[in-house]
């Protein structure tokens, strides 16, 4: 029995049939259990004898049964280790990092820029009242230069905003005629354009607003002067053009002279070698008034700018649309490293 029972132990290669195997010998009717059970039967010599030898093959049993699972388990983890082997040196897959769109990194750089000539950062709403995006600015209902900014009107009285100009109203009447100040404010702006190469729906503005006492047409060209040099170079030229804005007194338009090409890049530059980057001037006495400024005291400056035109600009880029398509192979190009 115990030779039998060894040799079936020995042939064995799955788990499942050593348990088999354990049952069929030590289990409530294995062949074991039977000798042992017939035990009563046999003569009071017979019986310790029968029963020493039986312990022995039991034992016997039990242990080529515990050796064998173990070598069996063992088998299978290294089998499982085999299969589930990681080559470690073999190079990883790449993994796609994204980064700042363009116009961001665009507008954090200008908001340094002037945060560095002492100017706080403002923002005010995309959805404006008919007051702050027009009124406040000189722009009364009616007035025809309303014409010159198709807007998207909500209701009566509030529509989205279609410049950055509201937000010069918003500052002044918080600061309510006591103090003056220096502020820019980026943000969206939305005009009833339809979409082409150079004009979109949405896009974005940085505002500029200098109020204080004795502000003067030269403080707005020194200004853009050094704005366009830090941004340009230092080899650009600015030159200031007659323009109108009902909330600008006078009014002017900025253009920056633009060379053609270079080793690192070439500049969008078209015929007269001047290119036009912002509308600008002195503050309107009617909005400085309406803003809480006595206009005998104070005066100011402001200026508007497109920094999706300055991206153009910078980057050679020829259709204001590729900033809003979403086309990674544009985007990723300008993913600083
Ligand atoms: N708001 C004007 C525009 O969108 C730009 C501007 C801003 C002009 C500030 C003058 C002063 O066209």
Redo the contacts with the bound molecule.
Sequence with gaps: LQADALQRIAATETIRELQDIKVAYLGKKGSLTGVLRGMGKLSKEERPVVGEIANHVRTAITTALEEKTEKLEQAELEKQLEEETIDVTLPGRPVKVGGPHLLTNIVQEIEDLFIGMGYEVREGPEVETDYFNFEA?NLPKNHPARD??DSFYITNELLLR????PV?ARTMQEYNGEKPFKMICPGK?YRRDTDDATHSHQFT?I???YVDKNVRMSDLKGTLDKFAKKMFGEDREIRLRP?F?P??EP??EMDISCKVCDGKGCSVCKGTGWIEI????M?HPKVLEMGGYDPEVYSG??????PERIAMLKYGVNDIRNFYANDIRFLKQYHKA
């Design positions: 600015l010159m900014q279609t410049h950055t100009s010069q702006v503005q505002e500029g607003l323009s804005f909330f600008t009014s002017v912002l509308g600008g001037g503050v400056f402001a200026f508007g700018m497109g």
